[in-house]
C-alpha cells in the first residue's frame, strides 16, 4: 500500500529555517514525480516545488525561488524541502505529494497528483 508521511515542521522565528522530509513507502519516489504544496485557510493548495524521477527541479513560485530548495535521498526514499529565510507568508500546512502514474511528471496544480502525505504545520511567528 502507498504511504506517504511529511514531517520536520513546526514553528520557526523569521528569519529562520525548516527542513521539511517526505519519506515513501509501497513505493519508490525515484520513479516519479514529487511535489511539494502550501495549503493557508481560505486558499487553494499552492505548488511550490517538485522534483522528477529524473531529478531535475522545478520551482513554482517566485518568493521562494532562491530560499527553497527540493532534493530526494533515493536511499532513504525521502524528499526534502529545505527552506530559508522563512516569512510570516510561509505560515501553512506542507503537503508532499506524488503523481503516482507511468509517465509521472511535475505539475504545478495539485489535481495531477495522487498520492498525497497527511502535511506537516509550519508557522513563522516571532
Known amino acids: 500500500q502507498s504511504h506517504l508521511v511529511e514531517s520536520g515542521g513546526g514553528s520557526v522565528q523569521p528569519g529562520g529555517s525548516v527542513r521539511l522530509s517526505c519519506t515513501a513507502s509501497?513505493?519508490?519516489?525515484?520513479?516519479?514525480?514529487t511535489g511539494w504544496f502550501r495549503q493557508v485557510p481560505g486558499k487553494e493548495r499552492e505548488g511550490i516545488s517538485c522534483?522528477?524521477?529524473?531529478?531535475?527541479?522545478?520551482n513554482y513560485l517566485d518568493s521562494e525561488k532562491g530560499r527553497f530548495t527540493i532534493s530526494r535521498d533515493n536511499a532513504k526514499n525521502t524528499v526534502y524541502l529545505q527552506m530559508n529565510s522563512l516569512n510570516a507568508e510561509d505560515t501553512g500546512v506542507y503537503f508532499c505529494?506524488?503523481?503516482?502514474?507511468?509517465?509521472?511528471?511535475?505539475?504545478?496544480?495539485?489535481?495531477?497528483?495522487?498520492?498525497w502525505g497527511q502535511g506537516t504545520q509550519v508557522t513563522v511567528s516571532s
Open positions: 505529494a506524488v503523481h503516482l502514474t507511468l509517465d509521472s511528471s511535475c505539475s504545478k496544480s495539485s489535481v495531477d497528483y495522487n498520492a
Open positions: 509501497g513505493f519508490s519516489l525515484s520513479a516519479y514525480a
Open positions: 522534483i522528477d524521477k529524473r531529478g531535475d527541479k522545478t
